[in-house]
């Protein structure tokens, strides 16, 4: 049983390898390649699509998961196997039934219309054109709508598409969490509005670009990102990519008059990067799909623990304010640990959802949550999404977008597909503010650590319980293990709460 282990860990290496190898094409697409090197680039990386698709659908696998008794209905195979082996063929069970019900011409118009629609939105929203991108959503959308009918004619589409980011979730029990969630959310707002607005004038002086940069480039090392083993580059929406086990590309985008965008996006892709990079399975299952994260919601859970539990702490901040005084220079003049604590904790509904304080990020996930739900089951037309995108603004928010570019057009996840993604964003806040809980339990030593300049014990902490073991466990069963709970929000409550509470004097 061994050699049929192996054998399936080498065919799955190579196709781990063939998506390793377009990561390494949609990251210089994003960061570095010349605008009309577009074309050319949606062919190669269609082909690779294809490439990748071959190699998972390989009848052989099949034969392989089936011999060790791995099924749709009993994935982790033969009780004699060990806990790691069985774990494995679970995750391969998984991708493999998920790809195997897709035809390949799918598959490769996929890759082809995503790599075009990603250059089609980046146009459009610099041009503030919504009528030029809307072709290019409707084209996605269908093929979402393809590939869910595909995996499972039987579910919603919606289901479907929101079960491969986050395995076993539904729309329903989403819908659920979130009418909670909003009307904490909103009372929470209340609270805040009824008391005078923090002052954060100084941090939209001009910070030129250069010094923002050394400020990302520390920040990445305080945090313990292997520099050898991590790089930074700069794009219109930051992101994280794995290019390999040792390599992990993060990016930032550098806004003149508000230092914090590249302050908080830098530290959130170090999270993303601390988790990549912390995965450690055990020798045999290295680069296989047992060294992939659990769901994308923990991946967010990790980004956003660092980016807000952490790094908008006061004791964060306490060992690190002067130094970041003196890479950012002189619009931190004269500026107290308690002034820097809450201007960065300012809560003020905005335009754009990655600008968005704590209290009101969840509402913009929530609006796309609603939207996507209605597009993706027709409900809502595409040539409406402006409309529709802007009543949902001014009724979660109280803002409407003067324009689509700062509208329908901000997120680059539907051009790309990524349709079901946001739900996990929200989520994400729920595991993080359930770990960080928990972790202050476990570790009663953490805050000193912290208020010390010291962020190892946190790191290790979050590297044993959720990094390393990839997706050993379902992000249920990783949840549970780590905390001793299910996924509870109040947590996120009881932090945003207590937090805002200290911010805002209530
Ligand atoms: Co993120």
Avoid at 294 to 315: D, V
Avoid at 448 to 469: C, F, N, Q, T, Y
């Amino acid at each position: 049983m061994r050699s049929e282990i192996e054998r399936l860990v080498e065919l799955d290496r190579g196709h781990v390898l063939v998506t390793r190898i377009a990561s390494v094409l949609s990251w210089d697409q994003e960061t570095y390649m010349p605008v009309k090197g577009i074309e050319e680039r949606a062919e190669q990386l269609a082909f690779l699509e294809g490439l990748a698709h071959e190699k998972l659908t390989n009848p052989e696998i099949g034969s392989l998961l089936h011999a060790l008794g791995s099924t749709k209905a009993n994935p982790l195979g033969h009780d004699s196997l060990s806990p790691d082996e069985r774990a494995y063929l679970r995750v391969l069970r998984r991708a493999y039934d998920r790809e195997t019900c897709l035809p390949i011409d799918l598959v490769k118009d996929t890759a082809r219309t995503i790599a075009l629609s990603q250059g089609a939105w980046v146009e459009a929203r610099s041009k503030n054109d919504f009528a030029a991108f809307a072709p290019w959503l409707e084209k996605m959308l269908s093929l979402s709508r393809s590939k869910a009918a595909c995996i499972d004619p039987d579910k919603p589409a919606y289901d479907v598409l929101l079960d491969l980011y986050e395995p076993g979730s539904t729309e329903a029990d989403i819908a659920r969490v979130f009418v909670d969630l909003r009307a904490e959310l909103v009372k929470l707002l209340g609270k805040i509005n009824s008391k005078p607005q923090v002052d954060d004038a100084f941090l939209h002086q001009e910070c030129p670009a250069g010094r923002q940069a050394a400020v990302s480039r520390w920040l990445m090392d305080l945090l313990g990102l292997d520099k050898d083993r991590a790089r930074l580059d700069v794009t219109a929406h930051p992101f994280t990519s794995t290019l390999g086990s040792d390599d992990v590309r993060i990016t930032t985008r550098y806004v003149g008059d508000f230092l914090p965008s590249s302050v908080f996006s830098t530290i959130h892709e170090t999270g993303h990067a601390l988790y990549e990079l912390g995965i450690d399975s055990p020798a045999p299952f290295r680069r296989s799909k047992l060294s992939e994260a659990a769901s994308m919601a923990m991946h967010e859970s990790q980004s956003r623990l660092w980016e807000n539990m952490i790094g908008r702490s006061a004791g964060f901040w306490k060992p690190n304010l002067a130094k970041l005084h003196s890479l950012a220079g002189p619009i931190l003049d004269g500026v107290t640990l308690d002034s820097f604590v809450r201007a960065i904790n300012r809560v003020e509904p905005s335009l754009i959802r990655t600008e968005a304080d704590e209290v009101t990020y969840s509402l913009h996930v929530i609006l796309r949550f609603e939207i996507e739900s209605d597009l993706v089951s027709g409900r809502l037309a595409v040539k409406d999404l402006p409309g529709a995108w802007n009543a949902k603004m001014v009724e979660l928010l109280g803002v409407e977008p003067p324009d689509d570019s700062r509208g329908c057009l901000q997120d680059i996840h539907w051009a790309i597909g990524y349709i079901g993604y946001f739900p996990s964003y929200a989520l994400g806040n729920l595991y993080a503010a359930q770990l960080w809980d928990r972790l202050r339990e476990t570790l009663p030593n953490a805050a000193a650590s912290l208020e010390r300049g010291d962020v190892a014990g946190v790191r290790e902490w979050l590297r044993e319980k959720i990094h390393r073991p990839g997706s050993t466990w379902l992000p249920g069963e990783l949840i549970e293990r780590a905390t001793g709970k299910d996924l509870e929000a109040k947590h996120f409550v009881a932090y945003l709460n207590e937090k805002y509470a200290r911010v805002y004097g209530f």
